[in-house]
């Protein structure tokens, strides 16, 4: 054992506790959301602005109370923050994601008439900013308790699965709800076409990003060419790109029958293929290229030293120690290609776009909602699945 | 045996090592010795080819280096370096057993081979095997970078500095074991450092290095009583020459028969070093020392007159 390892490690119980002022203030800011904007409006169809309710109006006092009670707790929690006290917020944000969805299950039997069905319960902006601010306590609680992701993502999903159950069985009267009852069948094809254009464009990009990658090591000219046209091609807006595709593809689709045959056209998935992949390039070829520069030096001379033939030091020594940073990159690609790929809507590709700018077109922000909401709940998912995954393949299962 | 003949190597203009000529006895501990950029390490990695060398002809057993696979050469090189470059994504028992593995053993074969090597240098099976090199400390990380070496049985070991970031207890302690393992094992050994005490500690054939050309080469004990030049002397430790000399030799070969007179009250066994007789006369404050045997018999006596004679004799 070397010195510095003898030497006793500052313990953290001996310090005097500091108040926890994340927690603290996102707690207060909580406090005040709930109790100055409306968490709830009622409309009595789709288009019309409805009335707006606040928090005591929507579910009473006692709820009202009750809300208040759960946030005031965490804040007194974190004034000092133990481990102990640390879990107990863990608990009371959870409690409070948990209860979300009866609260709008009480809102909507308290304010709805039965006798109009045609009328539907919106979620106001101090529901929406309380969901918000509770996910972002619990990155803080995730960060001070070292939980690591996969338990996080657990616990997510927990909720997120008591969440569904209410959508499905108690909320016919929610607004979003009755959007996707009015079409579900097109909602779940666009989830799929969402989700079989994101894979497409970031599976080829990987495969390709590895082999670019790879030419880069090897011919060091080729490295600054291609890092300045991907650099490029990134700052292009999406929409250009877009748009930019449309004229050569259609006139490759008019004049080279083949390709017509093969499915390529000015809109549709081609262009947005293309398009996606370009954008998945440049994060994927950096993080891959600097993911094998990475490799120790001496760690790979050691295994020449060794005796391995030169692709069993990539394959076995280079390959697996880059694969974290490797993944990383593929990680913040697919979440960028899962939100590109509702721009690819506007030109007939399909996929979750295609809710958001029919919605934004008939001026019904639920309908918008419904194609936003799973966007955003997707790249939670790949963000924080691939980031578990990451996590895991680190060396020696070293966080 | 290794032999090396004119040996050169250049990195564009400049020249790392130049023309050097050394032979290392099969079973012998060789110890390359000089400053930082001196060409040591270049030298070393001549050997196992990963440098090449530029001129001259490298020999392993009368066979040019050029005429193996490079490849399986390293396979039959052992080679442990300072930053120990164990792989961190592998367990401490799939790091040791890379060689044998490479060379295709079953894997019956490996996992007793390393278990066998683990035991040798003191890392319990059941306590090591399943760690990481990110829980090991310095010293069980280079205990861990030496049984890999020696996984595959290798005639012979390259060492580049391996204890040269371990703090001192733990590099002394490595050492000794070193030296117990080699008189058991009789690898050829080339050990590159800089720690002259290292050097001469381990080494039966000391050669000092400077400006990529050897200044002198020799045992530890020549190099000692006849340095080739003051750049030789100032790295054996100047004034403290006589000393380290006197740390090399055994008290057996310098003790004379018991006389007739009263043996000495302080007694020192046969095979310890002229350089604690001399620490236990200054401590006693006695000229006189009774030598005994491992049974505390006694079996000869040694004075400080005769000890500075004979040092003289020699340098003589």
Redesign the interface.
């Known amino acids: 054992?070397?010195?510095i390892?003898a030497l006793p490690t500052p313990k953290l119980s001996r310090q005097a506790w500091q108040p926890n002022v994340v927690v603290l203030s996102l707690g207060v800011v909580m406090l005040g959301i709930v109790w100055l904007f409306s968490t709830v409006h009622v409309a009595p169809n789709r288009i019309v602005p409805g009335t707006s309710y606040s928090l005591w109006q929507a579910i009473g006092w006692p709820g009202a109370l009750l809300v208040t009670l759960l946030i005031s707790a965490m804040c007194f929690l974190a004034l000092v923050p133990t481990r102990t006290n640390y879990r107990a917020i863990l608990v009371l944000v959870l409690v409070v994601l948990l209860l979300m969805p009866f609260g709008l299950m009480v809102a909507g039997h308290w304010l709805m008439d039965p006798d109009h069905p045609q009328a539907r319960l919106g979620i106001g902006p101090a529901y929406w900013a309380l969901l918000f601010i509770l996910l972002l306590c619990l990155v803080e609680l995730r960060l001070k308790l070292g939980v690591n992701r996969l338990t996080t993502t657990l616990l997510l999903s927990a909720v997120g699965i008591v969440w569904w159950l209410c959508a499905t069985w108690w909320l016919e009267n929610l607004a979003l709800i009755q959007e996707f009852r009015a079409r579900d069948q097109q909602f779940w094809r666009a989830v799929w076409q969402h989700i079989r254009l994101v894979s497409i464009a970031v599976g080829v990009s990987i495969v390709l990003g590895l082999i670019l990658a790879m030419l880069m090591r090897r011919y060091a000219k080729l490295q600054k060419a291609a890092f300045a046209t991907l650099n490029f091609l990134q700052t292009i807006p999406s929409l250009a790109l877009f748009g930019l595709l449309l004229a050569p593809l259609a006139w490759l689709a008019a004049n080279v029958p083949f390709l017509a045959q093969a499915g390529v056209s000015g809109i549709g998935t081609t262009p947005a293929l293309i398009a996606l992949i370009g954008y998945s390039l440049l994060p994927i070829v950096r993080n891959t290229y600097i993911a094998l520069d990475e490799v120790s030096i001496?760690?790979l001379?050691?295994?020449?030293?060794?005796?391995?033939?030169s692709y069993?030091r990539f394959w076995q020594?280079r390959f697996?120690?880059a694969l974290p940073v490797l993944l990383e990159g593929v990680r913040i690609t697919a979440v960028q290609a899962i939100g590109l790929t509702a721009v690819a809507a506007l030109i007939g590709a399909g996929g979750l776009g295609t809710f958001i700018f029919q919605g934004l077109g008939q001026a019904a922000m639920d309908m918008v909602l419904l194609g936003a909401l799973p966007i955003l709940l997707l790249a939670l998912l790949v963000d924080s699945g691939l980031g578990a995954l990451a996590e895991a393949l680190r060396?020696?299962?070293?966080s | 045996m290794i032999e090396l003949s004119h040996v050169s190597k250049h990195f564009g203009e400049e020249t790392a090592v130049d023309d050097i000529t050394l032979r290392i006895a099969k079973g012998k501990f060789c110890a390359l010795v000089g400053t930082s950029g001196c060409g040591k390490s270049t030298t070393l990695r001549m050997i196992?080819r990963?440098i090449e060398h530029s001129a001259g002809e490298i020999t392993l057993d009368g066979q040019l280096i050029e005429n193996y696979d490079p490849?399986?050469?390293?396979?039959?090189i052992g080679?442990v370096?300072q930053?120990?470059?164990?792989?961190?994504?592998w367990?401490v028992a799939r790091n040791i057993g890379?060689?044998p593995r490479?060379l295709k053993w079953s894997g019956e074969d490996v996992t007793s081979r390393v278990s066998e090597l683990m035991n040798l240098l003191g890392l319990p099976v059941a306590e090591f095997a399943h760690k990481?090199?990110?829980?090991l400390?310095?010293?069980q990380a280079q205990r861990v970078g030496v049984a890999?070496a020696l996984a595959a049985d290798p005639d012979i070991l390259l060492m580049d500095e391996p204890f040269g970031a371990?703090?001192p207890i733990?590099r002394e302690k490595l050492q000794d074991e070193l030296a117990k393992l080699q008189a058991r094992m009789h690898k050829t050994v080339v050990f590159v450092t800089h720690d002259m005490d290292e050097a001469l500690k381990l080494a039966d054939h000391l050669v000092v290095m400077r400006d990529g050309g050897i200044v002198q080469q020799g045992t530890p004990l020549a190099l000692l009583q006849h340095p080739a030049d003051p750049f030789v002397e100032s790295l054996l430790g100047g004034l403290e020459r006589g000393l380290k000399q006197a740390a090399l030799t055994r008290i057996k070969d310098h003790m004379s028969s018991l006389g007739p007179t009263l043996p000495a009250q302080s007694r020192i066994p046969g095979d310890f070093s002229l350089r604690q007789a001399l620490s236990m006369m200054l401590r006693d404050h006695s000229d006189r020392l009774t030598v005994v045997d491992q049974q505390d018999v006694p079996i000869g006596e040694l004075s400080l007159r005769k000890i500075v004679k004979e040092a003289q004799l020699d340098k003589g």
């Open positions: 054992m070397s010195l390892d001496e760690t001379d050691a295994a020449k030293a060794m005796g391995m033939r069993q020594v697996p120690l060396p020696g299962g070293r | 196992n990963l490849v399986k050469l390293r396979r039959r080679y370096i930053s120990t470059g164990l792989f961190p994504h367990t890379l060689v490479l990481y090199p990110h829980q400390s310095g010293g890999r371990l703090d733990t």
